[in-house]
Structure formats: C-alpha cells, structure tokens
C-alpha cells in the first residue's frame, strides 16, 4: 500500500524555524518527484516546492521562495522541507504529495501536518 | 505566474443529477489540467489529469473536457458521496503549478 506520513509540525513562533518531514513507503520512492502542498484553515490549496526524483529539478512558490528548503534523502525514503523566518501566514496543514508524471500531478497524499505560527 | 479562476463558487444540485464544473486558466496551458476532490478533515484526491483521462479507480461518471484556458469537469449523475469540493489545478511546465480557489459542490 502506498502511504505518505508527514511529521514535524507544531506550534512555533513568528521568526522561527521548522524542519518537517515525510516518510513513504508502499513504491519506489527514488523513481518520483515529489511535493509540499499546503492548505490555510479553512482556505484552498497552495502548492509550496516540489523536487525532482534526483533532486536536479526544484521549484518553490514565490510566497516562500528565500525561506523554505526542500530536500530529499532517497536511502531514506523520505522528503523534507526546511521552513526559516516562519510568519503568520504560513499557518497551514502541510500535505506531502506524490507526483505520478514528473510534471505536477499528485495522484497520493499524505494525511498532512499542522505548522501554526503564532507567538 | 499562470492564474486559474473556478466558477461557480458553490454549485448546489440534486442527487442524480448533473453538475457541471468550469475552470479557466489565465493563458494557454494545452491539455496540463487536473482536477481533484477533496472531502471534510481529508486529504484531496486526484480524479482527471491532461484534462480528460481518469485516474486509476475513478468512477467513470467523471469526465474531464477543454484544452488552452476553458475546462469543465462533468459529474453525470451525482452520488451521495460526490458532494465536497472540486479543485482544478494547472501544471504547465512547473515550476510553479497553481490550483484555482475551489468549488463546493452541495447537495440541493
């Protein structure tokens, strides 16, 4: 069974910073690009970055764009994403997204974590 | 950066009944189009991609329609389980890949 399970998220203070990550398992991790998608209370979804299977190919939403770092650890099976100076507005359920074409199109998700940033 | 704009904002209709979606992209993205459903306290699902195919284990009462800017996602006859929201979302040449706002769909 294909299965994604974010982890990291909490409560954190404007400014600061938050490492989460992403565990899969379930698929040949290092044969697909993956992504961060996040989703405000109650608002839509917005994609955050997405990394190539080999990491030679990274994009990030201009809203983060200087501040957040994805990553991936293909030994590991796991994706990551480095959130630094955290404001208010990136309060939001962070999903982990598996992308089936190499090309944007996220046929799995994880169950998601929650980042609040507020002091 | 590629805006996508969904319409209505919320559609109210019956059971067994059709519904029809709209999505329009702010310029041309061929057939880069997908379509996703997302219910309460879940994670969304992946329903069309290139606009028009099925992903695996989708009823084959959704179907995905357009190209350039204009798209539509029809649901033919509605099922108890189809009322929830309904993104499109663009993922011509990413990065970035941009979802439209969202369309609730709501039982009449």
């Known amino acids: 069974e294909v299965q994604l399970v974010e982890s990291g998220g909490g409560l954190v203070q404007p400014g600061r910073s938050l490492r989460l990550s992403c565990a899969a398992s379930g698929f040949d991790f290092d044969e697909y690009a993956m992504h961060w998608v996040r989703q405000a209370p109650g608002k839509g979804l917005e994609w955050v970055s997405g990394i190539s299977w080999n990491s030679g190919k990274i994009g990030y939403a201009d809203s983060v764009k200087g501040r957040f770092t994805i990553s991936r650890d293909n030994a590991k099976n796991s994706l990551y994403l480095q959130m630094n100076s955290l404001r208010a507005e990136d309060t939001a359920l962070y999903y982990c997204?598996?992308?089936?074409?190499?090309?944007?199109?996220?046929?799995?998700w994880g169950q998601g974590t929650l980042v609040t940033v507020s002091s | 950066e590629i805006v996508m704009t969904q319409s209505p904002a919320t559609l109210s209709v019956s059971p067994g009944e059709r519904a029809t979606l709209s999505c329009r992209a702010s310029?041309?993205?061929?057939?880069?189009l997908a379509w996703y459903q997302q219910k309460p306290g879940q994670a969304a699902r992946l329903l069309i991609f290139g606009a028009f195919t099925r992903a695996t284990g989708i009823p084959a009462r959704f179907s995905g329609s357009g190209s350039g800017t204009e798209f539509t996602l029809t649901i033919s006859s509605l099922q108890s389980e189809d009322f929830a929201v309904y993104y499109c979302q663009q993922y011509n040449n990413w990065p970035p890949t941009t979802f439209g706002q969202g369309t609730r769909l709501e039982i009449k």
């Open positions: 997204a598996r992308d089936i074409l190499a090309a944007g199109v996220f046929d799995c």
């Open positions: 310029q041309s993205i061929s057939r880069n």
